[in-house]
């Protein structure tokens, strides 16, 4: 019964994460799901499930911290003057800890920050 109930959890627990696409993968114009609820400091909140395009990647030079910026846009935006100031999200389900700063701009833009040496982990996207 044991060995029945930790089959089920793996299963499960592995295909919740299935769906996370790594960051090195994500694709300019492609359309990403948020896997997971993002919460801002302020506290506006963008459920899972949302679907963002994926508009900007950019390389950021910030001296002794090497940055990825990922710049999306929710396609029909229902709140296009809700704001948040940069916040600190943990990405969950990594072998290390990743977490990367994300801010949402007025038209529905939303800006990832995430530090180079995390490029090849688990991203809070999905397809």
């Known amino acids: 019964m044991k060995k029945i109930i930790l089959l089920a959890a793996i299963s ?7 769906a996370s696409v790594q960051w090195s993968d994500l694709e300019q114009y492609n359309g990403y799901k948020i896997t997971q609820k993002l919460v801002f400091e302020n506290g506006v909140t963008l459920p899972a499930g949302d679907v963002y395009e994926l508009n900007e990647i950019e390389a950021l030079s910030i001296p002794g911290y090497p940055m990825m910026l990922y710049g999306f846009h929710k396609k029909n935006c229902t709140t296009p003057d809700q704001t948040a100031d940069i916040s600190i999200v943990e990405v969950p389900g990594q072998d290390w800890d990743v977490e990367v700063g994300i801010q949402l701009e007025e038209g529905c833009n939303l800006g990832v920050y995430l530090e180079v040496k995390d490029l090849y982990s688990g991203s809070t996207f999905g397809e």
């Open 12 to 18: 499960f627990s592995s295909s919740i994460f299935a």
